[in-house]
């Protein structure tokens, strides 16, 4: 789908998915993380292209739009 409306230059909207936000109970919370994955390992017992987490994030959002973020970066 998302090839399809690439190649045609057309907007894709899912009705049903979108829908399916109604049901959400607020408050909401979305996590969100970063990874890099080394060629060379800089961690012991990793192995190549282990993706490891450097950065994460928590948005909160409540019924009436009002969103606050606590970001982390070590």
Known sequence: RIVESYLKNKS???AHAFAEMDSW???LYFLDFESIAFAIPKY?????YVPVPF?????YLNERGEEKCWDVLP
């Open 55 to 59: 950065q994460f994030s928590l948005t």
């Open 25 to 27: 109970v607020f408050p």
């Open 44 to 48: 012991p017992n990793l192995k190549p």
């Open 12 to 14: 894709s909207f899912d």
